[in-house]
């Protein structure tokens, strides 16, 4: 399975994000030193999340990023695909004629893996920020 640290961190920041922010900015700074996440990478991170429109920046010098949606409407999902990321069980392409093996026929286990990555995306679909919280003890107010 791949699912690289872009999708990984992309969504830790965010859980983070979502647990700090009380009502005001949280700093790309802050979250870097809490996640132990270069800054320079969350940088490049939240200009994908701010183009997706899943979190704004507010300038000044409080400022830093809030999310754009209550977290129980971000989904991990809406995250991993925010940073162009996806989560692939297949070397070959689904729609691809040539198999898996560069043959003419799919792999012996083409439909196990292609059947896991659906399993894997439906759950990302169905968990949102709220529940990574939650399952930490963190209630968020938005």
Request: hydrophobic share 35%.
């Amino acid at each position: 399975m791949k699912l690289t640290t872009k999708g990984r961190y992309a969504v830790m920041a965010m859980a983070d994000l979502a647990a700090n922010q009380n009502g005001k900015p949280v700093s790309l700074t802050d979250i870097s030193l809490r996640q132990n996440i270069s800054l320079s990478y969350l940088e490049q991170l939240f200009s994908k999340l701010k183009n997706d429109k899943l979190v704004k920046s507010v300038r000044g010098s409080s400022g830093g990023y809030i999310l754009e949606k209550n977290p129980k409407d971000i989904t991990i999902s809406n995250i991993i695909y925010a940073v162009d990321e996806q989560v692939k069980t297949l070397n070959c392409k689904k729609e691809s004629k040539k198999g898996c093996n560069g043959k003419t026929a799919k792999c012996i286990t083409h439909n196990l893996w292609d059947e896991l990555e659906n399993h894997i995306n439906d759950f990302f679909q169905k968990v949102n920020l709220n529940d990574v919280l939650k399952q930490k003890g963190i209630e968020t107010k938005k």
